[in-house]
């Protein structure tokens, strides 16, 4: 998968080791907490506050009430709150009230009734993933 392998994603310098992530309980950004840059975190995370940049984790949650602005990188995300920007994981769920503006790049997408999704949401085979060793610039 696109988190297992050794060579890193150009410009977020993740080498995560494969099989961590069911060990370590969550991380949490709570909803007072805004983050400008490149995080990563070798499991699970779940937003409440704001990101602005690239984030990359095994899981990674937007909650209700958070946001993110800018590129994701995971094997599996959850969006319940708000998402400008672009998507790259395997498998997604867009939760009921959820926004999303963007792309999400994707194997397999769930769309609750009540999100509201504007952009695209191509589909890519999962060796799409396994192969990512860039992501793709983004068009103006």
């Known amino acids: 998968m696109l988190l297992a392998r050794k060579s890193p994603v150009q410009g977020t310098g993740q080498s995560f080791a494969h099989g961590h992530e069911?060990?370590?309980?969550?991380s949490f950004l709570g909803s007072r907490v805004?983050?400008?840059g490149v995080?990563?975190?070798?499991?699970?995370?779940?937003i409440s506050g704001l990101v602005k940049g690239r984030i990359a984790a095994i899981r990674l949650v937007i909650a209700a009430g958070g946001m993110v602005e800018g590129d994701i990188i995971a094997r599996e995300v959850?969006?319940?709150?708000?998402?400008?920007g672009r998507v790259f994981a395997p498998t997604v769920f867009i939760e009921d009230g959820a926004q999303v503006d963007g792309r999400i790049f994707h194997t397999n997408v769930t769309v609750a009734r009540g999100a509201h999704v504007?952009?695209?949401?191509?589909?890519r085979p999962i060796s799409y993933f396994e192969n990512l060793t860039t992501l793709p610039e983004v068009r103006a």
């Open 22 to 26: 069911a060990d370590a309980p969550p």
């Open 34 to 36: 805004g983050i400008r």
């Open 39 to 46: 995080l990563e975190v070798d499991g699970e995370l779940v």
């Open 78 to 84: 959850v969006i319940a709150g708000r998402l400008l």
């Open 118 to 123: 504007t952009g695209r949401m191509p589909w």
